[in-house]
């Protein structure tokens, strides 16, 4: 997968040195590129943003460096190495929740473009322009405001890049943990056996498997209904059988 990232804190991305994704860009599974928008402005102090229209507080960001750098990183004409045009994904509290659904959506992508806007925001008319030639998505972590959108596209590759194939050393953990179906994961134990007097339900300790698949479904099932109804009302009618409604 290849990602380019553009923003005027580039510096932001070291931590995409860092652990499995690090090593992800080591052996090429995922082909990193972060970009400073400052490289398309035109004027001495490379200026990303003015005053918005309307009044108002804080700034906007011009459209034109955006404009140029979207043209330079997402030409229309077909890359030699065949790259169709990328999706562009722009963190913003405006946007659609993002959602484990969409982490594995982006993770099928070729080319991710993600633009991270800063003050009040990017001018409108950069992601009106850019939909009429790309896939533009506004994403949003949740009902809260951040600086900017560097630390949602840090936890949007990290959630997408771990979906990657090899990338998680045991891609089994995709099948038992949060989200992964509808649910939210059990609670987890290793040793030692007793902890400050608290022992390790006696289940998982007994090597009886068919037991220890059922107490987590129902733990999984009586967390989730506890923390997040939400997320039992939307399960698909057929995913809970007669043994989970005794639960
Ligand atoms: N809630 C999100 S993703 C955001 C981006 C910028 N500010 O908030």
Redesign the pocket.
């Known amino acids: 997968m290849r990602v380019d990232v553009v923003s005027i804190f580039p510096e932001y991305f070291a931590p995409l040195d860092l652990s499995l994704i690090g090593k992800a860009r080591a052996n090429g599974t995922l082909r990193l590129a972060v970009h400073d928008l400052r490289t398309w402005t035109r004027d001495v102090h490379r200026t990303v943003d003015d005053t918005p229209y309307g009044g108002g507080p804080g700034m906007v960001m011009r459209p034109e460096p955006w404009g140029e750098a979207l043209d330079a990183l997402a030409p229309d004409e077909l890359s030699p190495d065949g790259h169709t045009l990328p999706r562009l994904l722009v963190?913003?509290?405006a946007?659609v929740p993002?959602t484990q659904a969409m982490a594995h959506e982006l993770a099928a992508e070729s080319h991710l473009l993600f633009a991270c806007?800063r003050y009040e925001?990017i001018d409108q008319r950069v992601l009106d322009h850019a939909a009429t030639r790309m896939r533009v998505t506004e994403?949003?972590?949740?009902?809260?405001?951040?600086?900017?959108?560097e630390?949602?596209v840090l936890?949007i590759l990290e959630a997408v890049t771990r979906l990657l194939p090899g990338v998680l050393g045991n891609a089994g953990s995709l099948d038992e943990e949060s989200h992964a179906h509808g649910l939210l994961e059990a609670p987890m134990y290793t040793k030692p056996a007793t902890w400050r007097g608290l022992e390790v339900p006696e289940v998982l300790r007994s090597g009886d498997h068919g037991r220890i698949a059922r107490w987590r479904r129902d733990e999984a099932l009586t967390r989730t209904a506890d923390r997040r109804p939400d997320m039992i009302a939307a399960l698909p009618p057929d995913s809970l059988d007669k043994r989970d409604v005794a639960t």
């Open positions: 963190p913003s509290p946007g993002f806007g925001g994403v949003s972590l949740g009902d809260y405001v951040l600086f900017g959108g630390v949602a936890v």
